[in-house]
């Protein structure tokens, strides 16, 4: 139970939904996302997630404990 909890947690602060994304967060998710993120409240946009740039302090996404949860535990899931 503890260990999905801190995965859940992981997750929340990893991953970052399109439609709750704007430019003004470009700094934490790059510049991509930034415009995916401004382009899903103007146009119809496919829903999306973007990984936060907050991974990079954690080394890389697969080699590092958090990575390796969000790959084996979230992402499998994040489909809505």
């Not at 496919?46 to 990984?51: A, E």
Request: charged share 25%; glycine share 6%; proline share 4%.
């Amino acid at each position: 139970k503890y260990a999905y909890r801190l995965v859940l947690n992981m997750a929340l602060y990893f991953i970052k939904w399109l439609e709750n994304v704007k430019k003004k967060d470009i700094s934490s998710i790059g510049g991509k996302a930034a415009n995916l993120g401004e382009m899903f409240s103007r146009f119809p946009v496919p829903d999306g997630f973007c990984i936060s740039t907050k991974i990079r302090l954690t080394k890389s996404l697969r080699s590092s404990f958090a990575g390796r949860m969000i790959y084996k535990f979230v992402l499998p899931h994040l489909k809505r």
